[in-house]
């Protein structure tokens, strides 16, 4: 990782998981992108593609089979890659990164105020005080001052990514990560959430990583974006370039991966997709089989 | 003419079938058998991470104890479970003063069901009936707490937040098993032998002071501790199952409860097993 431009370096990222049967099944198939600093760069492709996976390689919830991935943080002199790292080394680096999960994985046990709270307590030596100055301030961020006192089952959907998002923020990240935030949400709640999450990017500074399948929030937050299919990156580039894409009508489009990301942004019912004919052109496309 | 090929066809598919079914019945043995082995050996890789932990959270300096969490489990686990674990041991001290009574006073030997009750309760039945009521009590609800973080991918957060899950949900929960079982243990015995207490006294007539004086006569130091440290390790193997269980979950709700379940039953039978190779030790050594 030469350019330090670039803050997250994934080459060649390969990940199988076991079959009920015995074999394997490669979810990822040498995924290779890079995320520069201070971007959002929007991860998608449709169920099963293997964006998940690519985001639990990313937080260090999955090990790799073989790849790399690349970390290069503001402190750090060198970049660090995650597949070789040690417990403790990789401790340092999710110091230093943030995570809102579809489901907002707040600790139901714990209040909003203090699922915030919780990674700055354990993370610092800092005042009970400030902790609580800073959690408010966190709060006050998106908007969930009012409901800081109340346990997560209280919490609607929409207020639970909100909290989420404040936790996510709490040691002021250079990198967050976000699963899936439109997910589960009314039209106009996940149009509040990307707005937020633009607003946070821009007031923080943040390089943003969104893994999601909603082409109208992904349009709305992207810088660059990458399309996976089958466990492999079928296209990356900036957002302009995908929404040229989208808008050309497909009768013209002559290269498979165009017509296969053209159906997808469209969200059309027929193509190459969803080509039941034995192979589809994808497969044909990357030679599955 | 063309009969002899079909019957050996036949034969060669009999004896496919057959050999199949071996081989099936084998493999389904061998997972079987690699399953318990896999399950033990997580158990032991559980026991090692938490002792670890454990050992960190006291000693080493930076790393702080969970006091809180611990305090708050050992609320949930040890101090709620006093009014069930004093109930049922009262029963216990009951139903063995009335059982023992008749064989007993065959012998013209009535009084000696205090002896009889002191040791089976202090040596035994105490941390015995203690673990087994903390398996359901305690261990079930450690699971499915667990199991439920695991599917609402609270732990995921734990660790994508620089937490170890150990460190922050086991140790605690770990200790404070332990230290309440210990700790109900003693109630367990105390009052178990004071159910056997009332019952000999108030329905088998046996003299209130000689009931307790043949109590004090037939416990020794030993008996204490040889109950306090099962309940101890009694403790352990639930801790570690529970969490075991929790930390395994998959397949959302139907998991959940497949794990309390399994948690309950294998810490029945671990407890009871525990308890039958420590009878046999202590008594191989005359303690």
Same mark, same amino acid.
Request: aromatic content about 6%; overall charge negative; charged content about 20%.
């Given at each position: 990782?030469?350019?330090?431009?670039?803050? =997250?370096?994934?080459?060649?990222?390969?990940?199988?998981?076991?079959?009920?049967?015995?074999?394997? =099944?490669?979810?990822?198939?040498?995924?290779?992108?890079?995320?520069?600093?201070?971007?959002?760069?929007?991860?998608?492709?449709?169920?099963?593609?293997?964006?998940?996976?690519?985001?639990?390689?990313?937080?260090?919830?999955?090990?790799?089979?073989?790849?790399?991935?690349?970390?290069?943080?503001?402190?750090?002199?060198?970049?660090?890659? =995650?597949?070789?790292?040690?417990?403790?080394?990789?401790?340092?680096?999710?110091?230093?990164?943030?995570?809102?999960?579809?489901?907002?994985?707040?600790?139901?046990?714990?209040?909003?105020?203090?699922?915030?709270?919780?990674?700055?307590?354990?993370?610092?030596?800092?005042?009970?005080?400030?902790?609580?100055?800073?959690?408010?301030?966190?709060?006050?961020?998106?908007?969930?001052?009012?409901?800081?006192?109340?346990?997560?089952?209280?919490?609607?959907?929409?207020?639970?990514?909100?909290?989420?998002?404040?936790?996510?923020?709490?040691?002021?990240?250079?990198?967050?990560?976000?699963?899936?935030?439109?997910?589960?949400?009314?039209?106009?709640?996940?149009?509040?959430?990307?707005?937020?999450?633009?607003?946070?990017?821009?007031?923080?500074?943040?390089?943003?990583?969104?893994?999601?399948?909603?082409?109208?929030?992904?349009?709305?937050?992207?810088?660059?974006?990458?399309?996976?299919?089958?466990?492999?990156?079928?296209?990356?580039?900036?957002?302009?370039?995908?929404?040229?894409?989208?808008?050309?009508?497909?009768?013209?489009?002559?290269?498979?991966?165009?017509?296969?990301?053209?159906?997808?942004?469209?969200?059309?019912?027929?193509?190459?997709?969803?080509?039941?004919?034995?192979?589809?052109?994808?497969?044909?496309?990357?030679?599955?089989? | 003419?063309?009969?002899?090929?079909?019957?050996?066809?036949?034969?060669?598919?009999? @004896?496919?079938?057959?050999?199949?079914?071996?081989?099936?019945?084998?493999?389904?043995?061998?997972?079987?058998?690699?399953?318990?082995?896999?399950?033990?050996?997580?158990?032991?890789?559980?026991?090692?991470?938490?002792? /670890?932990?454990?050992?960190?959270?006291?000693?080493?300096?930076?790393?702080?104890? !969970?006091?809180?969490? @611990?305090?708050?489990?050992?609320?949930?686990?040890?101090?709620?479970?006093?009014?069930?674990?004093?109930?049922?041991?009262?029963?216990?001290?009951?139903?063995?003063?009335?059982?023992?009574?008749?064989?007993?006073?065959?012998?013209?030997?009535?009084?000696?069901?205090?002896?009889?009750?002191?040791?089976?309760?202090?040596?035994?039945?105490?941390?015995?009936?203690?673990?087994?009521?903390?398996?359901?009590?305690?261990?079930?609800?450690?699971?499915?707490?667990?199991?439920?973080?695991?599917?609402?991918?609270?732990?995921?957060?734990? !660790?994508? /937040?620089?937490?170890?899950?150990?460190?922050?949900?086991?140790?605690?929960?770990?200790?404070?098993?332990?230290?309440?079982?210990?700790?109900?243990?003693?109630?367990?015995?105390?009052?178990?032998?004071?159910?056997?207490?009332?019952?000999?006294?108030?329905?088998?007539?046996?003299?209130?002071?000689?009931?307790?004086?043949?109590?004090?006569?037939?416990?020794?130091?030993?008996?204490? @501790?040889?109950?306090?440290?099962?309940?101890?390790?009694?403790?352990?193997?639930?801790?570690?199952?529970?969490?075991?269980?929790?930390?395994?979950?998959?397949?959302?709700?139907?998991?959940?409860?497949?794990?309390?379940?399994?948690?309950?039953?294998?810490?029945?039978?671990?407890?009871?097993?525990?308890?039958?190779?420590?009878?046999?030790?202590?008594?191989?050594?005359?303690?």
């Amino acid at each position: 990782m030469p350019d330090p431009a670039v803050v =997250i370096s994934v080459a060649d990222l390969v990940k199988s998981f076991a079959d009920t049967e015995g074999g394997q =099944i490669r979810v990822l198939d040498g995924v290779t992108f890079d995320v520069l600093r201070g971007e959002t760069l929007v991860i998608m492709g449709g169920s099963g593609c293997g964006k998940s996976t690519l985001l639990n390689c990313l937080i260090g919830e999955y090990q790799v089979d073989s790849g790399r991935i690349l970390y290069r943080t503001k402190d750090m002199a060198e970049p660090c890659d =995650i597949t070789g790292a040690s417990e403790v080394e990789f401790n340092e680096i999710r110091k230093r990164f943030g995570i809102l999960f579809q489901s907002g994985a707040l600790f139901n046990s714990l209040t909003v105020a203090e699922n915030v709270a919780l990674p700055l307590e354990e993370h610092s030596e800092v005042d009970p005080a400030v902790i609580d100055f800073v959690v408010t301030m966190k709060l006050q961020q998106v908007k969930m001052l009012a409901h800081r006192d109340k346990l997560p089952a209280q919490l609607s959907g929409g207020q639970k990514k909100r909290a989420g998002l404040a936790r996510a923020t709490a040691l002021d990240p250079e990198i967050l990560f976000y699963d899936e935030p439109s997910a589960g949400l009314d039209p106009v709640t996940s149009a509040a959430i990307d707005n937020l999450m633009m607003d946070l990017s821009k007031k923080l500074q943040v390089t943003s990583v969104v893994v999601t399948h909603e082409m109208d929030s992904a349009f709305r937050i992207a810088d660059r974006m990458i399309m996976l299919e089958k466990g492999r990156g079928l296209r990356c580039g900036p957002r302009r370039e995908f929404e040229s894409l989208r808008d050309t009508p497909r009768e013209t489009l002559s290269d498979p991966s165009d017509r296969l990301i053209n159906q997808f942004l469209n969200g059309h019912g027929a193509g190459p997709l969803t080509d039941a004919e034995g192979m589809t052109e994808f497969e044909k496309l990357i030679g599955v089989r | 003419m063309s009969a002899a090929p079909v019957s050996e066809d036949s034969r060669r598919s009999g @004896l496919r079938v057959a050999v199949e079914s071996v081989g099936r019945a084998a493999d389904a043995q061998a997972r079987g058998v690699r399953r318990r082995v896999s399950f033990v050996g997580g158990l032991a890789a559980l026991l090692g991470t938490t002792t /670890h932990w454990c050992y960190r959270g006291m000693f080493v300096p930076g790393i702080r104890l !969970r006091r809180a969490a @611990l305090a708050g489990q050992m609320v949930r686990i040890g101090t709620r479970a006093v009014p069930i674990v004093v109930l049922v041991q009262v029963f216990i001290g009951i139903i063995l003063a009335l059982q023992m009574a008749p064989t007993l006073e065959s012998y013209g030997q009535l009084e000696r069901v205090a002896d009889v009750i002191a040791i089976a309760i202090v040596r035994e039945l105490g941390p015995l009936i203690t673990g087994i009521v903390l398996s359901g009590f305690a261990g079930a609800s450690i699971a499915a707490e667990i199991g439920a973080m695991v599917e609402s991918e609270e732990i995921k957060a734990l !660790r994508a /937040h620089a937490l170890n899950p150990f460190h922050f949900l086991v140790v605690p929960r770990f200790l404070a098993t332990v230290l309440s079982l210990v700790g109900l243990a003693v109630i367990a015995d105390v009052v178990g032998v004071f159910g056997g207490f009332l019952t000999g006294w108030w329905v088998l007539d046996v003299p209130a002071q000689t009931y307790l004086d043949l109590t004090r006569e037939a416990l020794e130091l030993k008996d204490y @501790l040889t109950g306090l440290f099962k309940a101890g390790v009694f403790g352990v193997l639930i801790a570690m199952i529970a969490c075991y269980e929790g930390l395994h979950v998959s397949g959302g709700a139907v998991g959940v409860g497949r794990a309390t379940t399994a948690t309950v039953v294998k810490c029945i039978v671990a407890l009871i097993g525990t308890d039958a190779v420590f009878t046999a030790v202590f008594y191989a050594w005359g303690i």
